[in-house]
């Protein structure tokens, strides 16, 4: 099985990629470790970030793509970019996405048996979160 953990950020979808094979976790290498828009969300712009983001479950044979889900409202609340672009991950064919609340990765890896230390990982701070979403959906799935 292989999971995109994907955290919106602004402009930004950063993502990790993670492979379960034989019950072992690994992390395969990525051409890329986040895609953005480069203007504003214009319906190009838009089309051009799914077209990408489906060649790259294509090229890596993605399974799975699992967002973490931010909220409406508050001070943690996602921007109106931040959902064009779960919209336009929601809407790919061939691959299933997940929506997980925060709430529930954090249940997860703290039930979870499996522990992977984030600084041994090779991944960029920035990917941290991506990371924790795929490795508690994950978890589930063990």
Known sequence: MRV???DLAGNDAN??????ENGLIQ????RTRKLSLQKAATA???KY????FAQLVQDYKIETIVIR?????GKFAGGAIG???EAALELLNGVQVIVMPPTEIKAALKESRVFIEFAETGLKGFQKSAFETA?????QHL
């Open 44 to 46: 190009h712009e838009l």
């Open 49 to 52: 970030f799914q077209k990408s």
């Open 27 to 30: 992390l395969p290498d990525c």
């Open 15 to 20: 993502i990790a990629l993670m492979n379960l």
């Open 135 to 139: 490795l508690a959906y994950m978890s």
């Open 83 to 85: 959902f064009k672009l």
């Open 69 to 73: 889900q931010r909220p409406m409202k």
């Open 4 to 6: 995109c953990g994907v």
